[in-house]
DNA sequence: ATATTATTGCGACAAAGGTGCAATAATTTA
DNA sequence: TAAATTATTGCACCTTTGTCGCAATAATAT
């Protein structure tokens, strides 16, 4: 399943790499310039999870959202990282604190979703 | 508003009680021998939560899981622990272990919502 | 026993995601 | 460059989860 390139996979991305945010499909629609179909969408969004461009976080509003796997400020942002979640400016950003954690005898962790909830700097 | 005993009510706190796990409205439900009108569930699952008896989890299933607010094993668990959701029993759990991080600079915390996902120890 | 009002059931609704299928268009091949 | 291949899209439709309003029911207080 080789990918191809089209323009609204690329408008994706443009979002999501400008915003730094992590973003619910309907805040990434409303940031696009091309229109295209919600399905559209939540296919190229998931297509880029698999191929490892972006990630998925369900935040506690039962929502999905997604981020670019970038390095910010210079702190590589990888898999174990908190996402903190701002109740003023209703933005999900990946912050740069790793969860630690360590879990009783023969349990296996395979994934992680961690998000904190609060004032986010820009608005305390 | 004054609470008033109910059978449906007992019910559930039953069920939550006993399987001393995170569940589902629906998987309540199978558990029930009542039964009750969905809207009825939530609706007491709400209000428990409103009581500080129960608490809710948002998996990274974008569902709603409901667990007492018990001591297990001696341990309290308060807040502030990471949740367990077992890949192959489909169940969530209330660990012992508590969320520690840091924040940058500025941020308030306010709630935490932690899910780990893999295999637990009856499972492993 | 009656009045008060919390709780329930029903119906309807909205939002979030996903899927099948035919049409479109990005690559590949000739 | 034109034709063939097949990844991607749009559309329609569906499911699940969760909520809400309102009238009916039933738990408590009088």
Redesign the interface.
């Known amino acids: 399943m080789k990918r191809r390139n089209t323009a609204t996979q690329e408008a994706v991305l443009s979002v999501l790499t400008s915003k730094r945010r992590a973003m619910s499909q309907d805040a990434i629609v409303k940031q696009m310039e091309v229109n295209a179909d919600r399905a559209t969408i939540y296919r190229i969004l998931n297509r880029f999870c698999e191929d490892g461009i972006v990630h998925k976080i369900?935040?506690?509003?039962?929502?999905?959202y997604f981020a670019v796997c970038v390095k910010c400020d210079d702190i590589p942002v990888l898999g174990n990282h908190?996402h903190?979640r701002c109740?003023k400016c209703e933005t999900i950003e990946c912050?740069?604190?790793l969860?630690?954690?360590?879990?009783?005898?023969?349990?296996?962790?395979?994934?992680?979703?961690?998000?904190?909830?609060?004032?986010?700097?820009d608005c305390?």
Chains 1, 2 share one sequence.
């Not at 369900?58 to 999905?64: I, P, R, W, Y």
């Not at 360590?102 to 700097?121: A, D, F, H, R, T």
Request: charged share 20%.
């Open positions: 369900v935040a506690d509003d039962g929502k999905q908190f903190f109740t912050l740069p604190t969860v630690e954690f360590s879990v009783p005898e023969k349990y296996v962790v395979q994934q992680m979703n961690c998000v904190l909830v609060g004032i986010c700097k305390s």
